[in-house]
């Protein structure tokens, strides 16, 4: 199989570097916009070689999108406006409304598999690419039924290949469930980081008092802002619904403690403890 991965950061890399470690493309061609980037791709060896357009659609049996998800629904559009009925597009973008409500009508939508590997850093670029990155992470593939078969059976092989659980999903609960446990925790961090940037002037005390706790929360503030604004604006209704209740909860908190309210501040964190049931 010869693959096309668009877009060579932290995931399109990282994908690129699986599907050559388990064996699963002969041949792994890439797109990059930055030339930095493609250069730096090439040196690291995530692609066997840089192409074009043109190239890809020609050559690929496997058209993989993990460009900003801003750019995702209008190039998978022309992308499936071009291919060949044995040709195969997945994405790998984290909100999926647009995409699958754009190319609902298309006379390819078959051939397009969207999926979201529930995976990341705060890193970006080639450089922040890994092997194994996705080992033991959940994929969600998105309105399924509306993929041919043979293209969503060819690229659940490739997801469980790598070691990963596969959930399905609506394009609706998969957006909704990510501003949930994935996009709130990157506003959050942000939110943060700005708080103690605008409140701590003193950036030597930033640095020599930040503890562990500290450091892992603000940790995903690192995280591309060319990657998370459009993130952030494609999910618009469902991120601004879990910051009224994050707000909401902030409040509460806030309240308890004017108040000095000891109980139930404790009831409330026994309850935020029971997370820790769930993750583990």
């Known amino acids: 199989m010869k693959t096309t991965v668009i877009g060579l950061g932290l995931i399109g890399g990282s994908f690129a ?16 916009r930055s030339e930095a ?24 049996d496997l058209i993989v999108l993990a460009t900003p998800v801003d750019t995702i629904p209008t190039m998978a559009a022309k992308i499936l406006n071009r291919i060949r009925r044995d040709q195969i ?70 997801y469980r290949t790598l070691g990963m659980p596969i959930r399905y999903m609506s394009a609706e609960e998969q957006d ?5 446990v994935s996009h709130i925790s990157h506003i959050t961090s942000f939110a943060l980081a700005l708080t103690v940037l605008e409140k701590e002037r003193e950036e030597e005390h930033i640095f020599d008092l930040a503890g562990g706790g500290f450091e892992s929360t603000v940790r995903l503030a690192k995280s591309l802002p060319q990657t998370w ?4 604006l494609g999910n618009k209704y469902n991120v601004l619904d879990v910051l009224r209740e994050h707000i909401h909860q902030l409040q509460i908190l806030r309240r308890m403690i004017e108040r000095d309210d000891r109980d139930g501040l404790l009831e409330s964190m026994h309850r935020a403890n029971k997370i820790r049931d769930i993750l583990e």
């Open 17 to 32: 570097l699986s599907l050559k470690d388990k064996g699963l493309s002969d041949h792994v061609m890439g797109i990059e």
């Open 229 to 232: 604004a459009p993130i952030f």
């Open 176 to 180: 909704t469930h990510c501003a949930y």
């Open 37 to 60: 980037g493609a250069r730096r791709a090439l040196e690291l060896g995530l692609v066997d070689e840089i192409v074009d357009m043109d190239t890809a659609l020609g050559q690929s």
């Open 89 to 158: 597009v997945m994405d790998m973008g984290s909100i999926k409304q647009e995409l699958c409500e754009l190319t609902m009508m298309h006379p390819n939508r078959g051939r397009l598999v969207a999926t979201h590997p529930m995976w990341g850093t705060e890193n970006s670029g080639p450089d922040a690419a890994v092997h194994g990155g996705f080992a033991g992470r959940t994929v969600v593939i998105c309105e399924r039924e509306r993929s041919d078969d043979d293209a969503a059976s060819a690229v659940e092989t490739i």
